[in-house]
């Protein structure tokens, strides 16, 4: 239906750079394949997200309970932690 072939692709690059001039154009490159770049993401996402519902077994892999988050407690402290080291300006005080 719609085919491109090299000497389109020339033809249309010619024609890019003599309307955008060399100063743009680069800039354009880098836009157009950041935004391909994304676009292929997005689609790769897609497909193993919508291939992991289609494989999906809810009597094989039920879903996880939610685990209840109780309040965090911190670990106890160790001596080494509880330990102060002498300050210097102190040192200097009692002399």
């Known amino acids: 239906m719609f085919e491109v072939g090299f000497t389109e692709i020339v033809l249309i690059l ?31 996402q897609l497909k193993t997200q919508l291939e992991q519902e289609v494989n999906y077994d809810p009597l094989r892999d039920p879903p996880k309970p939610a685990q209840t988050q109780s309040p965090a407690t911190p670990p106890p402290a160790s001596p080494a932690q509880n330990a102060v080291a002498p300050d210097e300006t102190d040192a200097s005080k009692s002399t």
């Open 14 to 44: 010619g024609i890019a750079l003599l309307v955008l001039g060399p100063e743009r154009l680069p800039k354009l490159a880098a836009d157009l394949g950041r935004w391909a770049g994304r676009a292929r993401a997005m689609a790769r």
